[in-house]
C-alpha cells in the first residue's frame, strides 16, 4: 500500500469529496468538536517513518 492510498484511507474514507468541505466549515465556525473524535496523536516525524517503511 503506497503512502497516497494510505493517506487517503484513513483520512477520507468516511467522507465524500463533496461533503469535505461542509465538515471544514463547520469546525471553523466551532460547530464541529473534532477533539471529540480524536483518540490518537502521532507526531509527524513518526508518520514520515511509517509511509517510507510502507512503500
Same mark, same amino acid.
Given at each position: #500500500? /503506497?503512502?497516497?492510498?494510505?493517506?487517503?484511507?484513513?483520512?477520507?474514507?468516511?467522507?465524500?469529496?463533496?461533503?469535505?468541505?461542509?465538515?471544514?466549515?463547520?469546525? #471553523?465556525?466551532?460547530?464541529?468538536?473534532?477533539?471529540?473524535?480524536?483518540?490518537?496523536? #502521532? /507526531?509527524?516525524?513518526?508518520?514520515?517513518?511509517?509511509?517510507?517503511?510502507?512503500?
Amino acid at each position: #500500500m /503506497s503512502s497516497s492510498v494510505w493517506f487517503h484511507k484513513a483520512l477520507m474514507s468516511c467522507y465524500r469529496s463533496s461533503e469535505l468541505p461542509e465538515y471544514v466549515e463547520h469546525y #471553523m465556525k466551532s460547530e464541529f468538536p473534532l477533539k471529540d473524535f480524536i483518540t490518537h496523536t #502521532m /507526531s509527524l516525524d513518526l508518520i514520515s517513518i511509517y509511509t517510507l517503511t510502507i512503500r
